[in-house]
């Protein structure tokens, strides 16, 4: 029997990376692509072309070959650090937009139907999310469009991007909208990191009996989605046959300082907060699970501490690795 074939672009990514492993475990043959290798470890990919989406000659080429599956992951992204200063605006917005926009239209000319996706809240509208207690993100609160960020008027634009050639040209699109991924061998310094990480990080690097900063006054909130969950949510929605949008994240919403707290009670350090003035994005966010429950019948489940557990362990690693 011939082995399927799926193609990951943006496999040199966090979510890349892991889902080209799974997908690897599954039987398929892959390929990835992106600008750069996985950070962290080496690439499970069969192929890896090395190379910039927003050029349309290389999506023709990518699409090639007997595709049965796209993973459309690759973005310009990175934490509140990038996305919310405003000062890479219109990268986000042209490069992300452009990747979308050959990929999809190279797809459709090569008759690959199949295409997963990743979209983000960051696409819901601002006014939902301003009470840090009481957040609304249902999927079908995203219109009238307000998000908070450039970033996320992109992913809005891109869905309806996938979802035209969908009705135009029988697209198979499947569009998740992710809810703050995270794990080991994600960003963990350097701006573009999320929070999570960030703070595994802070902890990590301070002593015990020290003190960390956490941006604004904590009390903005969040759900954070474990990567073996999310490339679980990945693979049954797009084997399925709903479209989305639907949103693949947490429902145990929690504050950053209470995040840091946990982080700093895994490390076993007692660790104090100084709140100070950084970007935000938006005061409160959580994942509303109970359309993916009524279409998949499932949802994401394991408790946000195990996997901050697992990623603390590999950040620290990472930490004392670097302080060598």
């Keep these: 029997m011939k082995k399927k074939i799926a193609l990951v672009c943006g496999a040199g990514g966090f979510i890349g990376s892991h889902l080209v492993r799974r ?15 996985p950070e962290f470890s080496k690439t499970e990919a069969d192929e890896f072309i090395i190379g910039d989406l927003t050029d349309p000659g290389l999506c023709k080429l990518v699409v090639q ?10 973005a310009d992204m990175g934490g509140a650090g990038y996305i919310f200063t405003g000062a890479n605006d219109a990268n986000v917005m042209h490069n992300s937009a452009t990747i979308n926009l050959n990929i999809v239209d190279a797809m459709h000319k090569a008759g690959v139907k199949r295409v997963f996706y990743s979209s983000s809240a960051c696409m819901y509208p601002e006014h939902n999310q301003l009470d840090p207690d009481n957040p609304k993100c249902s999927e079908e609160s995203a219109y009238p469009a307000n998000p908070d960020s450039e970033y996320g008027w992109e992913k809005l634009f891109s869905e309806r991007l996938y979802l035209a050639y969908q009705r135009n040209h029988g697209i198979e699109a499947r569009v998740a909208r992710f809810h703050n991924i995270f794990g080991p061998e994600g960003t963990w310094r350097g701006g573009k990191e999320k929070s999570p990480a960030a703070l595994c990080r802070k902890v990590a690097e301070a002593t015990d009996g020290g003190s960390i900063e956490v941006w604004g006054d904590g009390k903005q909130t969040r759900s954070f989605l474990y990567i073996d969950e999310c490339v679980d949510g990945i693979l049954r929605l797009t084997r399925s046959d709903f479209s989305g949008p639907v949103n693949i994240g947490s429902d145990e919403m929690i504050s950053i300082n209470n995040l840091a707290k946990m982080v700093a009670d895994i490390s076993g350090k007692k660790i104090s907060i100084d709140n100070i003035p950084g970007p ?29 557990a697992k990623t603390y362990a590999w950040i620290s690693e990472q930490v004392a690795k670097a302080a060598k």
Excluded: C, T
């Design 280 to 308: 935000l994005g938006v005061r409160g966010r959580n994942s509303d699970n109970k359309l993916i429950k009524e279409k998949l019948n499932w949802a994401p489940s394991q408790p946000l501490r195990d996997g901050i």
């Design 65 to 74: 070959g007997g595709i049965d599956e796209v993973y459309q992951l690759a």
């Design 23 to 37: 997908l690897k475990q599954e039987g398929f043959w892959v390929r990835g692509v992106d600008l750069k290798y």
